[in-house]
């Protein structure tokens, strides 16, 4: 019994040396000034060193004293610089894949040969602008860029080299409803000369801009697809325009004319506007060509490239390319090129 009470004492004796050791510990390290006093005995030991407790303190550890409810810091508010969309919205638009399946196309749109939808439009519109601000398209076609800004709240300027285009881009305006107080304006005219065209209007800097160029030489294809376009009396290439850069033949020169194009939308793009281009790799002549990827690596000499988005068509009919010969894939999907100016 003796030697167990011994024991006993020599374990409880312990425990509390240990307690008062992390309570030292804790008060040491918890940022401790604030000008109160600690009276805790402090733990030293014997130079056999076996922990005792010193009852006389000779130094007096401060305590740091806990924030009154004044001091609790607020919860920060956060403020959306770029957009209206809710955390949710925002979310949910940054996933790297979709799949958009527009309305049926009426017939003044489905003249064109690569027209994009101005549903899919508005959806990066809505993303990377404020209502109110200004929205550009160098390659409008039939409008809609200018369609989709509209209806989203926004100002917005397209260019067309081919006036029947632009004349269509017009009438197609002319008959959506009104514009709530915002312009959007078609000019006919060659991108590569963007900001001498820019000089007959009021507007200099663009917000951002949201475009689809011609996917070099595909209009010039006679591939299944173009066959049926020409039947139905359907436009199956851009223009007979040599200015065009939808007609030029060479891949490198195409690629070097893009730039260009997009050197003058750099010029005319605030600092901190985006650039969205839809575009897509290329199969001619047997082979493929990287008209995406060398898109990005171009424009990125002035044009800070931030992602992409995969655009998806899983309702695209599959045509029987290159069947029991060779392989010819069926494309059915479209890069959409993220850009920003920052400097």
């Known amino acids: 019994m003796f030697c167990d009470k011994i024991v006993l004492d020599y374990v409880v004796r312990e425990f509390l040396l240990l307690v008062l050791l992390l309570y030292q510990l804790l008060v040491a ?7 109160l006093e600690s009276d805790l005995p402090q733990v030293k030991s014997t130079p056999a060193g076996n922990p005792l407790i010193n009852l006389v303190s ?11 409810k004044g001091e609790i810091p607020k919860k920060r508010i956060s403020v959306n610089r770029l957009n209206d969309l809710s955390g949710k919205e925002w979310i949910k638009f940054t ?5 958009h399946s527009p309305p049926p196309r009426d017939r003044t749109k489905l003249i064109h040969p690569a027209g994009f ?15 109110g601000m200004w929205v550009l398209d160098p390659f409008l076609g039939t409008g809609s860029t200018l369609l989709a800004s509209r209806t989203s709240g926004r100002n917005a300027i397209g260019i067309e080299i081919n006036s029947r285009y632009a004349s269509m881009a017009r009438s197609r305006l002319a008959a ?3 514009s709530d107080g915002t312009q959007q304006l078609v000019f006919r005219g060659d991108s590569r000369s963007l900001r001498k065209i820019l000089e007959e209007t009021e507007v200099h800097e663009f917000d951002f801009c949201i475009t689809s ?23 199956t290439n851009y223009s007979d325009d040599p200015e065009d850069i939808g007609n030029i033949n060479n891949y490198d020169v195409f690629l070097d004319a893009q730039k260009q194009i997009f050197d003058e939308v750099f010029a005319a793009t605030k600092v901190g506007g985006y650039l969205v281009v839809v575009t897509n790799n290329v199969f001619s002549e047997g082979r493929l060509y990287p008209l995406a990827f060398e898109t ?10 931030k992602d992409e988005r995969v655009w998806l068509h899983d309702d695209k009919r ?11 894939g069926n494309r059915s999907h479209q890069y959409c090129l993220i850009f920003r100016k920052e400097n």
Do not use: C, H
């Not at 690596?297 to 490239?305: D, E, K, Q």
């Open 318 to 328: 599959l045509l029987p390319l290159g069947i029991y010969n060779a392989w010819v």
């Open 117 to 131: 939808p101005e549903t899919l439009v508005r959806e990066f519109v809505e993303f990377f602008t404020k209502p």
């Open 296 to 305: 990005l690596t171009s424009l990125a000499r002035t044009w800070v490239p």
């Open 176 to 178: 959506a409803p009104s």
């Open 95 to 99: 996933k790297s894949w979709f799949k």
């Open 58 to 68: 000779d130094t007096r550890m401060p305590i740091k004293l806990l924030s009154s």
């Open 213 to 235: 160029p011609p996917y070099w030489n595909q209009l010039r294809r006679a591939n299944l697809r173009q066959r049926e376009r020409k039947e139905k009396g359907l436009d």
């Open 29 to 35: 390290t918890s940022g401790a000034g604030d000008g």
